[in-house]
């Protein structure tokens, strides 16, 4: 006698995602550490009220605009050896200090205040200058409010991208964003002796 049975129901092995881009997920400073750990091809941040962010690629365009800002800084810094510049890439942690966990698209430490410091993980101290370059997609607000984060933790002078709007918000320690529209340098001399970013690229 031949006894049937049910057919087993076909494993589905593909992994389920979970779209969380209208959630607002909130994680420790030590969950953080291990997600970015666990994670290490994502783009992180944490906002000073333990917020999340997940930050998708830049697409060709603003990641062209980008290399151009970071390869001005790197021939200039390279010629001065006055501090170490470092990409988007790179996480500053502002924990202590009241902050979340930020990484620009550019920024620069004055060599002296490196040094003793451990920059092998999420670097402890604001650096002297930070560039945000806006995408097509990133919000003007938000962007906005990363770069205040920056002045209240000591950065002396950081730069809001904005090629859409062809416009560049200029923040400096103890003073109110001053607005450039359509610049086609930024003398950065007040921070870093010298150095005059071009944006006759970006535009």
């Known amino acids: 006698m031949t006894i049937s049975t049910a057919p087993t129901p076909p494993v589905n092995t593909q992994p389920l995602l979970l779209d969380v881009s209208n959630t607002t997920l909130t994680v420790t400073p030590a969950q953080f550490d291990r997600l970015c750990t666990d994670n290490p091809d994502l783009r992180l941040e944490l906002t000073p009220n333990r917020e999340l962010i997940v930050m998708a690629p830049t697409g060709g365009e603003s990641g062209k605009k980008n290399f151009k800002l970071s390869g001005q800084l790197f021939v200039w810094n390279e010629s ?95 003073q109110e964003p001053e607005i450039l529209e359509s610049p086609t340098q930024i003398d950065c001399g007040d921070v870093m002796p010298g150095f005059v970013l071009r944006m006759s690229k970006i535009w």
């Open 80 to 174: 001065t050896e006055l501090g170490e510049a470092f990409d988007s890439s790179t996480g500053y942690d502002f924990t202590a200090f009241g902050g979340g966990k930020r990484s620009p698209d550019v920024s620069w430490i004055e060599k002296s205040r490196l040094e003793g410091i451990d920059i092998v993980g999420f670097i402890p101290v604001a650096p002297d200058f930070v560039i945000e370059l806006r995408s097509a997609t990133d919000s003007l607000t938000a962007t906005q409010s990363k770069m205040k984060e920056y002045q209240r933790q000591g950065v002396h002078l950081g730069l809001l991208i904005d090629p859409q709007h062809r416009k560049v918000e200029i923040y400096r320690s103890g």
